[in-house]
């Protein structure tokens, strides 16, 4: 246990649906990470988010919205997805964006596949 | 573009073996090197590198940093079973806190 939890864990969705993951850390953390992790690949960072606010967003596309209403709580909704996109979405943690950033503490991932 | 290598991309062992696990990388603004050791789903936090041949260590594992040659090293002594996963390497920027850049990960097996 990292002290991130993730829901759903696992995730099949037709390509015209909407839906919505949750990431909540129990850290007391101030920033918080979406990242896709696709077969084989690296792990891709999406969006950072510091205190509520978004001050990352690696031209993820619009399909794509994440949300942090509060600094323990991070939303990714989802829309219109492609199959391309079925991967592991990981949420993280760190203290915050200082030198403690890079220290990051991971959830379980929500397996997603877009059919 | 910014880039982190790791090698193998896999690995099989048995029990007891030693094993050494590397991550290039050409980044600008560099700060940190990170690994992390991932089984199953998430990714833990082993080590975080900042200093040139400065070992870390923790138990059976340690990790150096070579920033002239621009790589690092992960060492597992005594491997046992549990310590398949697959192991990432990342590296964060200065000005840029939070963003880590990953690597494609070694997936180490290790054999009873």
């Known amino acids: 246990e990292t002290g991130v939890t993730q829901t759903p864990r696992h995730l099949v969705m037709g390509m015209t649906n909407k839906k919505s993951l949750k990431c909540e850390q129990h850290l007391g953390h101030n920033a918080m990470y979406w990242y896709k992790q696709s077969a084989k690949k690296p792990l891709e960072l999406m969006f950072v988010y510091s205190l509520e606010e978004r001050v990352e967003n690696n031209s993820v596309p619009s399909r794509f919205s994440p949300e942090c209403p509060n600094s323990s709580h991070l939303f990714l909704h989802l829309h219109t997805l492609q199959p391309e996109d079925s991967a592991l979405y990981l949420c993280a943690s760190s203290q915050d964006l200082s030198r403690n950033g890079e220290t990051q503490y991971f959830g379980p991932g929500t397996r997603l596949l877009v059919l | 573009e910014d880039k982190v290598v790791q090698s193998p991309l896999s690995l099989v062992v048995h029990e007891g073996d030693t094993v050494t696990l590397n991550c290039s990388y050409e980044?600008?603004?560099?700060?940190?090197l990170l690994w992390y050791k991932q089984e199953k789903k998430a990714p833990t936090f082993l080590f975080m590198l900042t200093s040139s041949g400065i070992e870390k260590k923790s138990g059976r594992l340690s990790s150096i940093l070579d920033k002239k040659e621009l790589f690092s090293i992960l060492n597992i002594t005594a491997t046992q079973t549990g310590d398949s996963a697959v192991y990432l390497c990342a590296v964060g920027y200065y000005n840029q806190g939070g963003k880590l850049i990953f690597g494609q990960g070694t997936e180490l097996s290790v054999k009873p």
């Open positions: 980044v600008t603004n560099f700060r940190s």
